[in-house]
C-alpha cells in the first residue's frame, strides 16, 4: 500500500465555482479525516468519518462544504461557491488508532 | 479551535546541536502526539505518548509529558540538516479520535 492519496495536488478556481476533492485513504483504516490548513497554523479539522458514517462536523465549518465516504472508502470534499478565504491547503487523513496518515494535501487557490 | 501551543514559534540551531520544542495544552488527553512537516514528505507521525506516560524515547526523539502541567517537551538530539521542518503537538478528544493542533514550531538546522 503506498498510504494517502489525494486528487488533485492543485487546484486553482475563480470566485463562486465548485470544488470537489478526492481522498484514497490506507485501505484498512476505517477512520478518515479532513483538515484544513493556512499558512504557518497547524491543521483545523473540518470533520471526520468512521466507515461510511460522518461522525463530527467542525463548528467552523459553513453549510457551503460537504463531505461523503461512500462504502467507506474514498471520501470526497466539495466545496460550493467558493470564496477567497477558501484558499488553503486540504489535508486528508486516515487511522486505525489514534496514530494518523496523512496525505499529501490539495492546495486550493481561489481567485 | 487551537487547543496546543508550541513554543518557541521558531528556532534556528547549528548541526549537531540538540534542539527543545515545548507543547502546552488546555483540557484532559487521552494521549499526545507530535508530528512534522516539511515540503518535501508532508505530514508525518513521530511519536505518541500515552497519559499515563512521562516519558518516551525513539531514535533520536525524546517526548515528555506532564499532565499536572498540562505541557510536553520534544527532544531531539544531534541534530541534521534534514531535521529542518515544522513541529507540531496534537492531543485527542477524549470523546472521539479528532486530533486539536498547535500552531507549530518552526525549526532550522544550520549546516
Known amino acids: 500500500d503506498t498510504g494517502v492519496s489525494q486528487d488533485p495536488r492543485h487546484k486553482i478556481t475563480k470566485r463562486g465555482q465548485n470544488v470537489t476533492f478526492r481522498c484514497d485513504p490506507i485501505?484498512?483504516?476505517?477512520?478518515l479525516y479532513w483538515y484544513r490548513q493556512t499558512l504557518g497554523q497547524g491543521p483545523e479539522f473540518l470533520t471526520y468519518?468512521?466507515?461510511?458514517?460522518?461522525?463530527?462536523k467542525s463548528r467552523l465549518l459553513s453549510d457551503r462544504f460537504s463531505a461523503e465516504r461512500p462504502k467507506g472508502s474514498f471520501s470526497t470534499l466539495e466545496i460550493q461557491r467558493t470564496e477567497q478565504g477558501d484558499s488553503a491547503m486540504y489535508l486528508c487523513?486516515?487511522?486505525?488508532?489514534?496514530?494518523?496518515?496523512f496525505g499529501p494535501g490539495t492546495r486550493l487557490t481561489v481567485t | 479551535s487551537q487547543q496546543g501551543e508550541e513554543d518557541p514559534q521558531a528556532l534556528s540551531i547549528q548541526e549537531g546541536e540538540n534542539a527543545t520544542m515545548n507543547c502546552s495544552y488546555k483540557?484532559?488527553?487521552?494521549?499526545l502526539q507530535w508530528y512534522r512537516q516539511n515540503s518535501g514528505r508532508g505530514l508525518v507521525h513521530l511519536i505518541l505518548?500515552?497519559?499515563n506516560e512521562r516519558e518516551k524515547h525513539s531514535g533520536r526523539l525524546r517526548v515528555t509529558l506532564d499532565t499536572s502541567k498540562k505541557s510536553s517537551s520534544l527532544l531531539i538530539t544531534a541534530s541534521r540538516a534534514a531535521d529542518t521542518a515544522s513541529y507540531f503537538c496534537?492531543?485527542?478528544?477524549?470523546?472521539?479520535?479528532?486530533?486539536?493542533w498547535g500552531a507549530g514550531t518552526k525549526l532550522i538546522i544550520k549546516p
Open positions: 468519518f468512521q466507515n461510511e458514517a460522518q461522525l463530527e
Open positions: 505518548i500515552r497519559s
Open positions: 487523513a486516515s487511522s486505525e488508532g489514534y496514530e494518523q496518515y
Open positions: 483540557t484532559s488527553i487521552n494521549n
Open positions: 485501505s484498512e483504516h476505517n477512520r
Open positions: 496534537a492531543t485527542d478528544d477524549r470523546s472521539n479520535y479528532q486530533l486539536i
